[in-house]
């Protein structure tokens, strides 16, 4: 069999190659004060900052209501077109309500006096409940017993209205009795007059608690955010509708599973960049709760960096809070690089690129550093290699 020959040609693609070879290879096996190379890295972040806490909300306002009635609990899910409340318009006035109540309590009084030797099981029962339920009530208010309350106030008033019912449908054929009945009929009327129901215009969560900064606060108000008005609200200071809403809101329905979280950092040992989606959260208080969220967006001004999270997580007991210290952790992976080997041009942090004599900027962003190493992204996807030479001037 004939055995091919040898060329030069094939010596010289091979000393291309091992000359190539060498150049990639030299930063790491010569190290030297003017280049290093693109090295891969894992860094572990956890920050402790201040943060405010932004909801997806619609406040209902008003500014001629005298008096709300709850028709939906606290804190429970309700969809548009939902009743939640019964608004008393201006004109409406307590004594219409005390007068009300006051014939009741006749009708009650005048009920006992027919009943007085009659034996009514249905009602000594209805009577029992009422009672027992008023009792746990009064233990609660005076912390002679701990429960809810919410729940023990439902109860107390769905017992009542029962009693109040039985009373109606088994009324005794008596004049004085009717004329009393005729005389509540005549207050509801006078009441009713004065009300208006007012229903969820959007599916949610109801609150009847707020703090004012519900209309300042909002998804849509994101991009305009600026580090003065968190600071703002950090203080317990008012933005430009905080006053407004605190006066005539009545009550807000919340999206539970969209939210926002701000945070302040000085310095520049932790830089969140867009797009990031792996971050664990934890707020002070409600250490039993963790949220999964990623970085909406980022500004800067001199040392401040402000920060927002966008959570999908249910936000729970969350929907009360709107200020707090908040624990942000994440791992990352990616390119780095020696801190030595970046540089600012014109406001732009960046490396340049050993490709050609004087070397090519490139801008990247610094994700976090440790003093020596900082984890770096590029700001073009694809600019920088894993082994990049790359200049230390």
Known sequence: MRRKRVTGRFFLFLMALLVIAFLILRPVLFPSS???VIMMANAAQRQT????IIRDESVTASDSTARVEYIAPEDSLVSAGDDVA???TTGYSESLLNNLEKTRKSIQEYHKQLLANIVDADLSRLDTVVNMMALEFKSLITHQSSGNLKTVTSQLETAMVNRQEYLRQNKRGDSKLTKLYDEENARLSSIQSW??????DRDGVVSFYIDGYENDLTPDALNTLSIADVRTVLAGGSLANTRQTLNTGIYRVVDQDRWFVAVLATGNTWT??????????????YEDLSFTASVYSVQKENDTTLAVFEVHDPIGPLIYCRRGRA????????????????????????VWV?????????????????????MIQPLVEGALQLG???LIK
């Not at 900052?49 to 405010?52: A, K, L, Q, T």
């Not at 009300?195 to 969820?200: F, L, P, V």
């Not at 624990?327 to 960046?350: C, D, H, K, P």
């Open 34 to 36: 003017g280049e290093t």
């Open 49 to 52: 900052v201040d943060c405010v």
């Open 86 to 88: 019964n608004l008393y």
């Open 195 to 200: 009300r208006k129901s007012s229903a969820a």
């Open 272 to 285: 969140p960049v867009v797009g990031q989606d792996s971050y664990f959260m934890q707020l002070e208080g």
């Open 327 to 350: 624990q942000f952790s994440i791992t990352l992976t990616g390119l780095s690089v020696r801190i030595e080997a970046l540089y600012n041009e014109n406001g732009q942090m960046g």
């Open 354 to 374: 050993y490709d050609v004599p004087g070397g090519t900027f490139v801008p990247v962003e610094v994700l976090s550093t440790d003093g020596s190493i900082a």
């Open 388 to 390: 990049q030479p790359v």
